[in-house]
């Protein structure tokens, strides 16, 4: 599986756990990813935990959204679910170039 | 001044090779194309280096240069060319892996550095770095292009990792390195740059004169530098930085 469709999978339960159209909880997202110095297209699911629990409940609150950590707890659910089995590969990210490098 | 550009000169060669040696010894054993590309890089670079100094030691022996040499100066300017194409293959490898666009701008780079190599050598004359000729202006923009490319998505990369290293996901001593390594292209860049606006404002005597191949040369290090500690950081440089990084208030 992609990790672009990570951010999908997110994307689409937000829409359904909250009262976000598909553009508004894309670019919510997207927001609290760029804050996090994240991508959409290179998100991992361990990435997305983070981000689910530490810097969308701010976004969402910020956009009027009642309870935002229960949204979020639902939301790192479904990439718990999502993930088992190892269902999100992992690309060459550049760091991993950097540190192969100073261990060799 | 002139010893101490030479020591400078030759010290960069010499860690050309070494850091070559290491990256290539490394794509053998991981088979990835990033420090394959690097490696590459370093290697032709450094042979270009030591070429373009054997020609200039050459013309300044005689003003009647004989056509090996000539010849010589040819294969200097297209390693240089070849390590600038190497480096727009390892920046696409690095941070684009798999994206069309990239694999269009290198196309695109690499034909750029190839028009501008062969009319920098088509009027049969040595090639110097800092010709003031539309020829070379054209070369140099192709490779200045690559450097400052590689440079900007090295610093927009480390910004970004300082931020997940805030959260606890990024690694603030890759962070730092990519850094480094951008910095290392902005140095190579301002070494071009640098040597055609001294020809062009002052002339090719500025650089029979100590201060010009002084700023050249200490460019020149501060780049090899740069890229050694960003690929290679000894063991205490990497505890500095991150003791550094970990004083920094999230």
């Known amino acids: ?104 | 001044m002139q010893i101490l550009a030479l020591v400078v000169a030759c010290s960069t060669v010499v860690l050309g090779f070494v850091l070559a040696a290491r990256l290539l010894r490394l794509a053998a054993r991981s088979h990835k194309a990033p420090e394959l590309a690097m490696g590459v890089y370093c290697l032709l670079v450094t042979i270009g280096a030591v070429l373009y100094f054997y020609c200039l030691a050459a013309n300044a022996r005689s003003a009647q240069l004989p056509a090996w040499v000539l010849w010589l100066s040819d294969v200097s300017t297209l390693l240089v060319g070849l390590a600038a194409f190497a480096l727009a293959v390892g920046i696409w490898q690095i941070f684009h892996a798999g994206r069309r666009w990239a694999v269009v701008a290198v196309v695109g780079v690499g034909l750029w550095i190839a028009v501008g190599w062969i009319a920098s050598v088509s009027p049969g004359r040595l090639v110097r770095l800092g010709d003031f000729t539309a020829a070379n202006a054209f070369f140099l923009a192709g490779r200045v292009a690559v450097y400052g490319f590689g440079a900007f998505e090295a610093f927009r990369y480390a910004r970004k990792l300082r931020r997940r290293a805030a959260l606890g996901l990024g690694d603030p001593v890759a962070a730092h390195q990519i850094g480094l390594w951008g910095g290392a292209w902005v140095c190579v860049a301002l070494v071009g740059v640098c040597s055609f606006a001294i020809t062009g404002l002052v002339g090719p005597e500025a650089f029979e004169h100590s201060l010009a191949p002084l700023l050249v040369s200490g460019l020149n290090a501060a780049a090899w530098v740069c890229t050694w500690l960003s690929f290679f950081p000894p063991a205490a440089y990497q505890r500095w930085v991150a003791r550094g990084a970990s004083e920094v208030p999230a």
Not at chain 1, 51 to 63: G, H, S, W
Not at chain 1, 86 to 100: K, L, N
């Open chain 1, 1 to 104: 599986m992609a990790t672009n469709r990570l951010f999908n999978l997110v994307t689409e339960a937000m829409e359904a756990e909250s009262r976000f159209n598909r553009l508004e909880a894309r670019g919510t997202l997207r927001i609290a990813l760029k804050t996090s110095g994240l991508d959409a297209d290179t998100i991992e699911p361990d990435q997305m935990r983070v981000v689910l629990e530490r810097i969308l409940p701010k976004e969402l609150a910020a956009r009027g959204i009642d309870a935002p950590e229960a949204l979020c707890d639902r939301l790192v659910q479904v990439v718990r679910s999502a993930d088992q089995g190892g269902a999100f590969t992992r690309s060459d990210a550049p760091e991993d170039v950097f540190r192969r490098t100073r261990s060799a």
